[in-house]
């Protein structure tokens, strides 16, 4: 099960902390993703953490995830926020395989959040 949480209203060049709490013991052994889905459009891959750590070119540079495997938590630490990052973001997660590979894909992942809604104002 995952809890996201963090969302909120912040001006255009703030920041947001999202936070990913996930039940179980194994949380290590999981590749995590935060993935973003704005009105009217599909649901888009914002970063990623599995033997590494991938972004969206949208939010590179501005976005950074990380994970406390000993809290069983990932967190994605959004700055310098655009009125196009508004979104509901959900955090996702699946078994870690194939050392390397990274998950871009709704479809790659098992376990979905409820989704945590971002909203930047201009």
């Known amino acids: 099960q995952l809890q996201a949480s963090g969302g909120g209203v912040v001006q255009a060049g703030g920041s947001l902390r999202l936070s990913c709490a996930a039940s179980g013991r194994t949380f290590s052994t999981y590749a995590m993703g935060w993935f973003r889905q704005a009105p009217g459009k599909e649901r888009e891959f914002v970063a990623g953490?599995?033997?590494?750590?991938y972004y969206a070119d949208s939010v590179k540079g501005r976005f950074t995830i990380s994970r406390d495997n000993a809290k069983n938590t990932v967190y994605l630490q959004m700055n310098s926020l655009k009125p196009e990052d508004t979104a509901i973001y959900y955090c996702a997660a699946r078994p870690l395989y194939y050392r390397g590979r990274v998950y871009l894909r709704v479809d790659e992942y098992n376990y979905w959040g409820q989704g945590t809604l971002v909203t930047v104002s201009s």
């Open positions: 953490s599995a033997w590494s750590t």
